[in-house]
């Protein structure tokens, strides 16, 4: 075992005693305080970026759910698609919510939470890695920004999107993805996180850490990395090695989000 995994895993214990912040997944109240203030003051890029957000399809109050269903599946597809609809809309709509402090932006993300967590039973199919971990993640992250910005959701409401999210979502990812190409290992550990920290869930926040530090597949950080700079997708085609970077990214930024620095892991010298 490296020094630098010896040095992530001794702090575990005290990251295992701090409370969790929130919002504290992709983004802080300062990250959403720093969004609001640019696009208030007018200031670039913040304006135009926050006004194509806006003005996006699925960015709409108006926006019209195409879920939900009792299933999710990839291969074969069954729903998958309605469900990456609406938690993009979710998602969206709570960024909204939260820059222009219209509450039908938060009612409509709301709503979409809403639906799913009170009618997903089963997420499915040969895929269903990737089917709990990349849509998901949005709408955890909807849920994380609704729940901790006073948006007026019901507490009850979002209880009940906690435990979907644990009892649905989490078993489909709960052992990675040891048989496939690593970027199904970095969308589960980063989709991990998120049900972590959205739940309060110490144990679960900690088996993807030690995942992303000393696991056994393909989306562990040093073995989807080489030295070399290489990626363990890098031969197979640029899509897949992108995306399973951006996976990497957010969950050092959610980790970055609960004190803990795994950007700085396993640097040569560390």
């Not at 913040?46 to 299933?71: D, I, N, R, T, V």
């Not at 609704?146 to 989490?170: C, D, H, P």
């Not at 990214?249 to 560390?270: H, M, R, S, V």
Request: glycine letters at 8%; one cysteine or more; hydrophobic letters at 40%.
């Amino acid at each position: 075992m490296s020094r630098a995994i010896r040095i992530l895993l001794l702090l575990l214990p005290a990251v295992h005693a701090a409370e969790f912040r929130h919002p504290g997944i992709l983004h802080t109240i300062d990250d959403l305080n720093r969004m609001k203030a640019m696009v208030a003051q007018g200031a670039e890029p913040w304006k135009s970026g926050f006004e194509k957000l806006k003005a996006h399809p699925q960015s709409q109050a108006s926006y019209a759910m195409q879920g939900p269903f009792e299933e999710i599946s990839r291969n074969p597809t069954i729903h998958q698609l309605e469900f990456d609809q609406d938690a993009n809309a979710a998602y969206q709509c709570a960024i909204v919510w939260y820059i222009t402090r219209d509450a039908v932006y938060a009612r409509k993300s709301e709503q979409i939470v809403d639906a799913w967590s009170s009618t997903l039973k089963k997420v499915g199919g040969r895929d269903a890695v990737l089917a709990a971990s990349l849509s998901p993640f949005k709408m955890i992250n909807a849920a994380e920004i609704l729940r901790s910005t006073n948006s007026g959701w019901q507490a009850a409401r979002a209880k009940r999107a906690e435990q979907m999210f644990a009892n649905v979502i989490y078993p489909a990812i709960e052992n990675f993805a040891l048989f496939a190409n690593g970027n199904w290992d970095t969308g589960a550990i980063k989709t991990m996180l998120a049900i972590a920290v959205f739940g309060n869930d110490r144990e679960m926040f900690e088996r993807a850490l030690r995942y992303y530090l000393n696991g056994d597949g393909d989306g562990r950080l040093t073995h989807y990395i080489y030295e070399s700079g290489q990626c363990q997708e890098s031969g197979r085609d640029q899509g897949h090695t992108q995306l399973g970077l951006g996976h990497l990214g957010d969950a050092a930024e959610i980790a970055w989000n609960q004190g803990l620095d795994l950007y700085a892991y396993a640097i040569t010298g560390c």
